[in-house]
């Protein structure tokens, strides 16, 4: 099992910026593929981006691409998403998640195990 906890989220004004982390437990974490979530009121859980285990290739959705950059510390166990060119649109809920795999576009079928979220508020 795996323990996912998230920081970082906030209250942003648009056109802000915010870094969201994930700390990972365990000794493996440098073997899992980790990828970010969101989900906004009302809407379904979609994906936002994802990073392979050492960093080589990472994946974002369409909507986030070009503003939102994932990395990762190996060595801190924590995987982060810079946020940029914030949006009023990008206000959710962002889950850390371990994900089976690297691609655009997974689903919630492809997480092994969740973190409990960090709210992101972007003001217009």
């Known amino acids: 099992q795996v323990q996912l906890v998230e920081s970082g989220g906030g209250l942003v004004q648009a056109g802000g910026s915010l870094r969201l982390s994930c700390a990972a437990s365990?000794?493996?974490?440098?073997?899992?593929?980790m990828g970010w979530f969101r989900q906004a009121p009302g809407q379904e859980r979609e994906f936002v981006s994802a990073?392979?285990?050492?960093?080589?290739?990472?994946y974002y959705a369409d909507s986030v691409k070009g503003r939102f950059t994932i990395s990762r510390d190996n060595a801190k166990n924590t995987v982060y998403l810079q946020m940029d060119s914030l949006k009023p649109e990008d206000t959710a809920v962002y889950y850390c998640a371990v994900v089976r795999s690297a691609y655009s576009g997974m689903s919630q079928n492809d997480v092994r195990y969740w973190g409990k979220g960090t709210l992101v508020t972007v003001s217009s």
């Open positions: 990073i392979t285990w050492r960093g080589e290739s990472s």
């Open positions: 365990g000794r493996t974490f440098s073997s899992y593929i």
